[in-house]
Structure formats: C-alpha cells, structure tokens
C-alpha cells in the first residue's frame, strides 16, 4: 500500500525559478523523508526531518512539516538544470524501519 | 565499500528461466531492503531485512521471489519462472536504525 502520495505529479519550471512538491500521508509518523532520483536508477537521500520538527534546512533545500494535515513539503529554491529529476516522499510503515514510497513528482529545470 | 553495491546492473533473460540478484549493502548497515520499481512507477516493497530479525516478506508478489541474506552482508533476491511482468528495476538499499537510505544503482532486469 502507498502511504504517501505527491502533488504535483509533474512540474516543468526555468533555472533560477523554486519548485515546491507537497506530500501527504495517512497515517501517523516518526520521520518522513525525501528523495531523489536521477534516470530510473538509485535513490539518494536528501533530508530526513523527525515529527517534532516543523521546519528544515539543507543548502537550497527547504523541508516543513504539518503532522495535523499529515502533510510536507519541499521546497527547491534558485533551482538549477541538474535539479532535474524524480523527487520522493517516503515515510516509515508502523514502528518499524520499513519507508513506504509516494507516487513521486517530476521534476524539469529548464536551461 | 563506500557505497551499496548492486549486480549485475542489467540482466536480460528468457521468460521461464531462473534469475539471481545480488546486493552488497554498507558495512556496518543493519538493516537490509529490497524495492522493486516498474517504469515510471514509484518503488513497490518488497521485503525486509534487520539484523538477526526474521525478515518482513510482506511485499514478494509470488513464492517465485525469495530473498535471503547473510548475517549483516550480503543478499541475493531470486526470481524463478520469470514472466514479463517482472521486467523491471530492482533496488537494493541498506541503512542503520532510524537513519535514511543508502541506495544502489539497481539492477534493470528484462524479461523477453
């Protein structure tokens, strides 16, 4: 079963715009985390924030928290043609280790 | 090594035949996952390893998937009888407790 589901499923913006992807879940959570994927390959781990943080930074990326609307989002600011790629959500199933994936969303930077 | 390592990293086999994919987690990484990915679809789990732990094999579609895994070290996911619907991408990726993922390149497997 999907836990998390993106929004939106696609987005086509010019270098130097911001791309916002919003998820959202249905159950609750310990951690939810983002990722990245290049050409249908392996994932990379970009920023994992833990349920009592709202907000979190790294370098251009901008990661808030809303466990009341069991929803996130990220935000990529000044965004570059290398930004190009699928970004997922995934969030841990029960108490356990185990990260559900959403659908994802992706992402066009054009030059 | 650095990172987890997949193999092999494209496979084309027969429709019926047997297939065996091997994933070289980080060391040290306890736990152990197995994600397989269709095109342009999300990751699909599969199963789930975690230390001595028995393995959560809630996600393998059919008994003609298994996966085993060695201690801490390596894991192999077999396929038997491959069909066409198991052409996809096989992701393997390792982690330490409550700490996000480290992936491999996956390996593409088609099925003709």
């Known amino acids: 079963s999907q836990q998390g589901e993106e929004d939106p499923q696609a987005l086509s913006i010019q270098e130097g715009e911001n791309a916002t992807m919003n998820c959202s879940y249905k159950t609750s959570i310990n951690n939810l985390q983002w990722y990245r994927q290049n050409s249908g390959r392996g994932l990379v781990h970009l920023i994992l924030i833990r349920s009592n943080e709202r907000e979190k930074h790294s370098g251009r990326l901008r990661v808030t928290l809303d466990t009341s609307k069991k929803s996130s989002s990220l935000l990529i600011t000044a965004s570059r043609a290398a930004d190009t790629a699928s970004y997922f959500c995934?969030?841990?199933?029960?108490?356990?280790?185990?990260?559900?994936f959403g659908t994802g969303t992706r992402l066009q930077v054009f030059p | 090594g650095a990172g987890v390592s997949q193999s092999p990293s494209n496979k084309v086999t027969e429709k019926g035949k047997d297939v065996e994919l091997r994933c070289d987690p980080i060391s040290g990484h306890t736990a152990l996952y197995w994600y397989r990915q269709r095109l342009g679809q999300g990751l699909e789990f599969l199963i789930y390893f975690q230390g001595n732990s028995a393995p959560d094999k809630s996600g393998l579609p059919s008994d003609r998937f298994s996966a085993e895994r060695t201690g801490e070290s390596v894991s192999t996911l077999t396929i038997q009888r491959t069909q066409q619907e198991d052409s996809a991408v096989y992701l393997c990726a390792s982690s330490l407790v409550r700490y996000g993922y480290t992936f491999g390149s996956g390996t593409r497997l088609t099925v003709v």
């Open positions: 995934a969030t841990p199933e029960g108490g356990t280790d185990k990260l559900i």
